[in-house]
């Protein structure tokens, strides 16, 4: 999403009345509005953390890879769903229940990453190669986190087996 959009779908936008005339593909407010002090800086503010945001969300999704239960436990919504190969749709006691018999992984690569924003919800989608002693895995991956009182949290994770 660019700036324009997140800029639209915030918080700072929605509680500025004439701000809602912005037309889609101008790079600047109206000019009633940039020379209101502040506005105009804080456009480039809105961009950064939106992409602090989205860099914290993938520092989530490796954390998921490679620690254990009390992360899920701290981070999965309560609604969870996950899908896996062989394991089929799995609800968060579930999700919590497995996790507690499978060795976690000691490395994982993303790439070919992509994230979607819409609103207090980012869809994240990439290729997955995990490592530990054992075994390699090979997938393509998709999470949903959504924003709540406690931060970031997974919503829904898939995979798909590469291999």
């Known amino acids: 999403m660019d700036w324009e959009a997140r800029w639209k779908n915030s918080r700072f936008f ?23 002090e ?3 800086e804080r456009i480039p503010m809105l961009q950064q953390e939106a992409e602090m945001d989205v860099n914290q969300i993938w520092e989530l999704e490796r954390r998921f890879w490679l620690e254990g239960t009390p992360l899920y436990e701290e981070c999965l919504h309560d609604e969870a769903r996950m899908i896996f190969p062989g394991l089929g749709i799995l609800d968060r006691v579930s999700i919590l229940d497995s996790l507690r018999k499978a060795p976690r992984w000691n490395e994982i690569e993303m790439s070919d990453r992509d994230a979607v924003e819409a609103g207090d919800t980012v869809f994240l989608a990439y ?17 949903i986190y959504v924003r709540s ?8 994770h898939q995979q798909t087996l590469l291999d």
């Open 14 to 36: 929605a509680g500025v009345p004439a701000l809602k005339n912005l037309q889609a593909g101008c790079t600047r407010p109206p000019p009633e509005i940039s020379d209101r």
């Open 149 to 156: 009182a406690k931060g970031w949290v997974m919503l829904a």
């Open 127 to 143: 290729l997955a190669l995990a490592r530990r002693r054992d075994r390699s895995y090979r997938s393509a991956c998709g999470s």
């Open 38 to 40: 502040g506005v105009s």
